[in-house]
């Protein structure tokens, strides 16, 4: 089946600093990948889609600037938290999607691990 | 109003039983529904997939769709302490604008032996 790394799966760091996560896909393609934030005991918030060889989708609220996405190939994305602050600190996961399912043109997405950051 | 409603729960049941989880949704150009399982600390895992309306059965686990009702369902049969997580419903309508899912809250399951 399909299996999307995420690297590293827990991160301190001093306020300021930037941190970069990456987001694999090992066995397929994937021409779109996701990017979410998880505070605890909440459900996932979409922060932005990114697709390969263009500019990432923020959404609404999501500031472009703090979180950078970049998805150079079909099987690499990362999210860069620039200057970190305490108030960054969360669970971020990533997706990522092949496109269509048994053409029926569902989105099925298969989850990384999770990034926990900690800024101090 | 949110476009995917879920209890959060907890949902506390003894091993062996059956655990029923559901979510309500607005938006009727949905089509196309999934259950992820979320153990703590970890991503989302995909449990279940189905289109449009009807049952579809997986070992102990059953996903139902009512879409005339905008109402899913999963029910784990034969519940075990390792069932233990967060259930997040899923769904999405065709080719949706940037393939967005939308997710439900999530709701949280204990198992207890």
């Known amino acids: 089946g399909a299996v999307v790394s995420q690297h590293p799966s827990r991160v301190i760091c001093k306020s300021g600093t930037s941190v970069k996560i990456e987001c694999r896909s090992l066995?397929?393609?994937?021409?779109?990948m996701f990017w979410y934030r998880q505070f605890p005991k909440q459900s996932l918030m979409l922060m932005a889609t990114s697709n390969e060889g263009s500019k990432a989708t923020y959404e609404q609220g999501v500031e472009k600037d703090k979180f950078l996405i970049n998805h150079a190939s079909l099987t690499l994305s990362t999210l860069t938290v620039t200057s970190a602050h305490p108030e960054d600190s969360s669970f971020y996961i990533c997706?990522?999607?092949?496109?269509?399912?048994?053409?029926?043109?569902?989105?099925?997405?298969?989850f990384g691990a999770g990034s926990r950051l900690t800024v101090l | 109003q949110k476009e995917v409603e879920q209890d959060p729960g907890p949902l506390s049941v003894p091993e062996g039983a059956i655990v029923s989880l559901n979510c309500t949704y607005s938006n009727s150009a949905f089509q196309y529904f999934m259950w992820y399982r979320q153990y703590s600390r970890k991503g989302p895992e995909l449990l279940m997939y189905?289109?449009?309306?009807g049952n579809k059965e997986d070992g102990r686990f059953t996903a139902q769709v009512d879409k005339s009702s905008k109402y899913i369902s999963l029910f784990i049969r034969d519940s075990q302490p390792s069932d233990s997580a967060t259930y997040l419903c899923?769904?999405?309508?065709?080719?949706?604008?940037?393939?967005?899912?939308?997710f439900g809250g999530g709701t949280r399951v204990l198992v207890k032996p």
């Open positions: 997706s990522a999607t092949s496109g269509l399912a048994g053409g029926s043109g569902a989105n099925v997405l298969t």
């Open positions: 066995d397929f393609q994937a021409t779109t």
């Open positions: 899923a769904m999405s309508a065709p080719r949706a604008a940037g393939n967005k899912l939308t």
């Open positions: 189905t289109y449009s309306s």
